[in-house]
């Protein structure tokens, strides 16, 4: 049968179904075979906080999105140019987001009449019409791997299990990718079990030849590959990027690593990868409450250690004592905070921008602490080296930033071999030197690192006010004054040695947007998008908050009006409007849900239509 | 990879030989009431120092805040005075990232039992080579007199005008009930026995429990006097040792038998009981420790002072260095370009 070969530049895919029914790997193994085949590719896992949510439920949806093109794609998508839902509940739940003329691949099997109870469906939507606006598919998936693994001996219910991979097989053909990666991946995780394996290829081979060979599905899509630079690439989520950062930068500082923390949604995987790293020397404790997280990694740190601690908000709060602490003894420490909707335990999976304030602010005292934050997935490897390398040379706690929508989602990540990192220069203090706990260098105001067991250098830190230089307990008014003020400098100092933010389009003019964090991705695709409509904006993505770059202030000043979408409720606007005095325009989503592009986009419209209105 | 920590620090060690207890003191003016308890325990542990044969460079003393907390400050070794509590979750992660170091804690019974209680009894099932001080008063005197997990039902503070009506913990019960490996239990007068037990627990290897009643004079005075002072303690208290009946009394005549579980007082002089059917310490014996650790508010039998409990077992820090040698000589040493690219990557 001759079919049509249609070129797209961008899709949009979601795979959806119940809890159990294996569409993170679907998701996974589609976004994984689209990076091999030189696709850019964003992603985005959505499953239920339950862990095992009741079957067919409109809660217990489980989705994994993929947006895959041949040039850079920044977010997961917006709007789902293909929806594979494999029940009732999962048509349900994502329907508003497929857009018309998208294509709806529908597995039948999920649409009786007890799936349609628990989606609250009163006819079965595949059969009244209601889906005329789309290229519905119907197939019986359950039925068709019934028939071709017949000859197995399989229970029905493992039978049943391989539909994913049909429904995976299915979208290789009609993207027009190899099934190799993924029949190469089976082998490896199936190859003790044979049956297993040979059922799950047969199914992925059903999958693929269904499309092959199917009457209705006339036109098959392709996207070309996208001009990426050359290299190894991987996929690669937030946490695992955090996890495989402070590895590298351990070895970059020629320093061990320890790292001391409690598991919290969303952070709780860094916490995983790393505990597999025994074998790079890694120690790790998974400490009785946060609070020992962070103060056991405050003790690694004191004893020479590239220390860290990761968690989530309602960590952030358990450790901001600590925090405190780390902050008079002048002492290095990494603290990865991956954001979640709060307050309090909010909604533990859903991303939201809502501790800025509290990285900034949050602590007794005048606690300066230095904060940055990560714009993707891939991101989060350089910026956890970065915040290895403030924390060590300014010796100084750093909080980076993330949040459950960079954690969990995934981007191809060029993989930088490690000899081509920059080393992290580490130097501890020794008798050949003039020694005081609090000497000072000169240019970055850091204190000398002296650890335990140096011979010739005991002396006394602690979390009481200290004299400078010597750092002996000290109530002086004089020297409290000093101290906050050194302290302060020295983070402020920061702003010498970090780049300068870069400004995206127009020079100066009127509209200019400054983003942070997660929000990159919808943000530049929006700005992308009105640029090459020839609308005039600029746009600033801010990786530093604390310090921030030494041009911003410059940059802003050039702007007539400065806009801010965040996920919270305007925290870096109220900064910025404090820190530049004056006015900043906001837009606030606080639904523990990422921007979409549009929404920007539409904000951006009624900005640059309203022109001077401010 | 070689670091920069062993090169540097670790591989560098001083001779510990020709050590006095002066190379541990420094010129800070100890800022304790005069008779606090804790100038006996500070100079017993500066006397025993020099005897541990332990570089001095390697000792590091770690507190939370309290009285007992300025300890590290009168140290002239590595001292980290920290917050409140939290001195033990610190050390842990200083002796787990720092084996080659001998980390002491210096801890009150507000900051160990109270707002440190989590991490105290996570410290002590872990079983880090750890050796915790704790300063006993009965009550919080550095934020001037309330009562403390350790007061006593009825004791009059400024929190309980009419008598405190928490119960308190049993110290050594909650410690073996945790796990740890090594409970003992001194008072600040009498030296000798407070040297006997430091070095005790230095020799430890793994967690190492000494709890020491300390008199503080301004907020507490003269709580423990029942059983510290010279003419009263023969009677009330008896001390544990290895191997030897347990036998008290100023005249020695009297023992504790147990009966059934109960450990119950006889007389050793109206020739109904001898020295063979007392209890018989044993260090070694888990299900002894309890019951002895439980004799402490019991009012009909002595007060047990010394080593209730002394067992072997690899500590924690020991266990995370096997685990990694174990990963190493199964798996070869981590090829960080390797893990960087993980199961499926893909060239362009
Ligand atoms: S208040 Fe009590 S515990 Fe504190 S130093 Fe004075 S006597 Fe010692």
Same mark, same amino acid.
């Given at each position: 049968m001759?079919k049509?070969?249609e070129?797209?530049?961008?899709v949009t ?5 119940d809890s159990g029914d294996?569409m993170q790997?679907?998701?996974t193994?589609?976004?994984n075979?689209?990076g ?20 067919g439920?409109?809660y217990?949806v489980?989705a994994?999105q993929?947006?895959f093109?041949?040039k /850079? ?15 009732? @509940?999962s048509?349900k739940?994502?329907l ?10 529908a597995?039948?099997?999920?649409f ?5 109870k628990?989606a609250?469906?009163d ?6 019409g209601?889906l005329d606006? !789309?290229?519905l598919f119907?197939i ?10 017949a ?5 029905l ?6 539909k994913?991979i049909?429904?995976?097989g ?7 990718r ?8 089976l082998?490896?995780?199936f190859g003790k079990?044979p049956e ?5 290829l %047969? ?11 199917s ?6 899509y392709d996207?070309?590959s ?5 290299g ?21 500082a ?7 923390s ?6 709780t995987?860094?916490?995983h990868?790393?505990?597999?790293y025994k ?7 998974q400490?009785?409450?946060e609070i ?13 250690y590239?220390? @860290? ?11 901001v004592?600590a ?8 002492? $290095?420490?990494?603290?990865?905070d991956?954001?979640?909707a709060? $307050? @309090? ?7 939201e ?7 900034l602010?949050g %602590?007794?005292?005048e606690?300066p602490?230095?904060v ?7 991101d ?7 915040a290895?390398r =403030? ?8 909080i980076?930033l993330?949040d ?14 490690i ?8 130097e501890?203090?020794t ?6 706990? !609090?000497?000072?260098?000169a240019e970055?105001?850091a204190r000398?690192?002296a650890v335990?067991g ?9 979390? =009481? ?6 750092g ?21 100092n920061?702003a010498n040695?970090?780049?300068?933010a870069?400004?995206m ?6 509209l200019?947007?400054i983003g942070?964090?997660s929000?990159?991705g919808?943000?530049?695709?929006a700005?992308?998008?009105?640029t090459a ?7 600033v993505?801010?990786k530093?908050l604390?310090?921030l770059? /030494? ?6 000043? %050039? ?7 965040e996920?919270n ?6 900064v910025?409007?404090s820190?530049f005095i %004056? ?7 606080v639904?523990?849900?990422?921007f ?13 239509a ?5 | 990879?070689?670091?920069?920590l ?7 060690v ?5 050590l006095?207890?002066?190379?541990f003191k420094n ?13 006996s325990i500070?100079s017993?542990?500066?006397r025993?120092m020099?005897t ?5 460079? /390697?000792i ?8 007992s907390s300025?300890? $590290? ?10 917050i409140h ?8 992660g200083l ?10 804690i ?8 109270s707002?440190g ?9 872990r ?5 915790i001080?704790m300063?006993?008063?009965e ?5 001037k007199?309330?009562?403390?997990p350790l007061s ?8 309980s005008p009419?008598g405190?009506?928490?119960?308190p913990f049993?110290p050594?019960?909650?410690a ?7 409970v003992?239990?001194?008072?600040d007068?009498d030296?000798?026995?407070?040297q ?7 020799q ?7 709890e020491?009643?300390a008199n503080?004079?301004?907020?507490n005075?003269g709580?423990?006097d ?7 303690r023969?009677e009330?208290t008896?001390w544990l ?7 008290f009394?100023t ?6 038998i147990?009966d059934g579980?109960? $450990? ?10 001898s020295a063979?059917?007392l ?8 299900t002894l420790?309890?019951i002895?650790?439980n004799m402490?508010?019991?009012e009909d039998v002595p007060?047990?002072i010394g080593?209730?409990?002394a067992?072997a ?9 096997w685990?990694?040698?174990?990963a ?7 090829d960080?370009?390797a893990?960087?690219?993980g ?6």
């Open positions: 001759s049509k070969v070129y797209l530049e961008q895919i979601r795979f959806a179904g294996g790997l679907s998701g193994q589609f976004s075979t689209s091999i085949v030189g696709n850019s590719v964003n992603t985005f896992p959505d499953y239920p906080s339950e862990i095992r949510a009741p079957e439920t409109l217990g489980s994994y993929i947006q093109g041949s /850079k794609v920044n977010t997961i998508g917006d709007k789902l140019d293909v929806l594979v839902a494999m029940n009732a @509940s048509l739940v994502n508003p987001n497929v857009r018309e003329g998208g294509i709806i691949i597995n039948t099997a999920g009786g009449d007890k799936n349609l628990l609250k469906y006819a079965n939507p595949l059969e009244d209601s606006k !789309y290229r119907k019986n998936i359950s039925d068709i791997v019934k028939e071709e693994l000859d197995l001996k399989l229970s219910k493992y039978t049943e299990r391989t994913n049909f429904a995976l299915l979208t290789y053909w009609l993207f027009n190899p099934t190799e990666p993924t029949a190469k991946w082998g490896e995780k079990k297993i394996l040979e059922a799950n %047969r199914a992925l081979k059903a999958g693929y030849n269904y499309g092959l060979n009457e209705e599905m006339t036109t098959q996207i070309k996208a001009n990426l630079e050359k190894y690439y991987r996929n690669i989520t937030g946490n695992e990027a955090c996890a495989l950062g402070l590895v590298a930068a351990a070895n970059k020629k320093l061990p690593l320890f790292l001391g409690y598991p919290i949604t969303p952070a995987e860094i916490l990868f790393i505990s597999g074998k790079f020397g890694v120690k790790v404790l400490a009785e409450d020992a997280g962070i103060c056991s990694a405050i003790g690694a740190a004191y004893g020479g590239l220390s @860290s601690t990761t968690t989530s908000g309602p960590g952030l709060s358990l450790k004592e925090m405190g602490l780390a902050v008079i003894l002048e002492l $290095p420490l990494v603290i990865i991956v954001q979640r709060g $307050p @309090s335990t909010g909604m533990p999976t859903k991303p921008q809502g501790d800025l304030f509290m990285a602010y %602590r007794h005292g606690a602490i230095p940055i934050a990560a714009s993707s997935a891939a989060c490897f350089a910026m956890t080296i970065e290895a =403030l924390a060590t040379k300014y010796m100084t706690p750093v980076l993330t459950g929508y960079l954690a969990q989602g995934t981007e191809p990540w060029r993989i930088p071999p000899e081509e990192l920059p080393d992290i220069k580490v501890f203090a008798v050949k030197e003039e020694f005081a706990p !609090y000497k000072r260098d970055t105001l000398m690192w335990p140096t011979i010739g250098l005991e002396h006394r830190i602690g979390g =009481l006010e200290k004299e400078d230089y010597t002996l307990v000290s109530q002086d008014p004089k020297n409290h004054q000093k101290m906050v003020e050194i302290r302060a400098q020295k983070v402020q920061i040695d970090i780049p300068d870069e400004l389009g127009e020079e100066s003019g009127d200019l947007v942070w964090g929000s990159y919808a943000i530049k695709t700005y992308e998008k009105l409509e020839g609308k005039k904006l600029s746009y993505h801010l530093y604390n310090p770059p /030494k041009n911003l202030g410059d940059i802003m000043s %050039r702007f007539e009006r400065i806009f801010v979408p996920i409720l305007g925290q870096l606007q109220t910025l409007q820190t %004056r006015p900043v325009i906001g837009y606030h989503k639904q523990g849900l990422p979409k592009a549009f929404e920007i986009e539409d904000q951006l419209n009624e900005l640059l309203n022109k001077g209105g401010k | 990879m070689r670091n920069i062993e090169d540097i620090v670790i591989n560098h001083s001779d510990p030989a020709g006095t207890p002066k190379d010129e800070l003016d100890v800022r304790w009431c005069a008779g606090c308890g804790g100038y500070l017993q542990v500066q025993i020099p541990l044969g332990i570089p001095k460079e /390697k590091t003393f770690v507190s939370g805040i309290g009285c300025r300890f $590290p400050y009168y140290m002239d070794v590595y001292g980290f005075h920290s509590g939290r001195a033990l979750a610190i050390a842990s002796k787990i990232a720092r084996p080659d170091l001998s980390v002491w210096a801890t009150g019974d507000g900051d160990c039992m707002i209680g989590n991490h105290f009894i996570h410290a002590c099932r079983n880090v080579d750890l050796n001080l300063f006993n008063n009550i919080y005197s550095l934020t007199g309330q009562y403390s006593r039902p009825g004791q009059k503070t400024k929190t009419m405190v009506l928490d119960d049993n050594a019960a909650l073996l009930g945790s796990g740890a490996t090594f003992a239990r001194g008072y007068k030296p000798k026995m407070l006997y037990l430091f070095e005790r627990a230095a430890h290897k793994g967690i190492a429990f000494v020491i009643y503080c004079v301004i907020f005075d709580a423990f029942n059983y510290t002072e010279k003419d009263k023969a009330t008896v040792e290895h191997g030897k009946p347990l036998i009394g005249n020695n005549d009297k023992g504790v147990l579980f109960t $450990p119950r007082v006889v007389s050793l002089s109206d020739g109904k009981y063979n059917d209890i018989v310490h044993n260090e070694h014996d888990s420790a309890f002895l650790a402490t508010y019991n007060r047990p080593v209730f409990q067992i077992r690899p500590s924690y820090e020991e266990k995370v260095e685990q990694i040698n174990d190493i000589t199964k798996y070869g040493e981590g960080l370009n893990l960087m690219r199961d499926e990557y893909w060239e362009i």
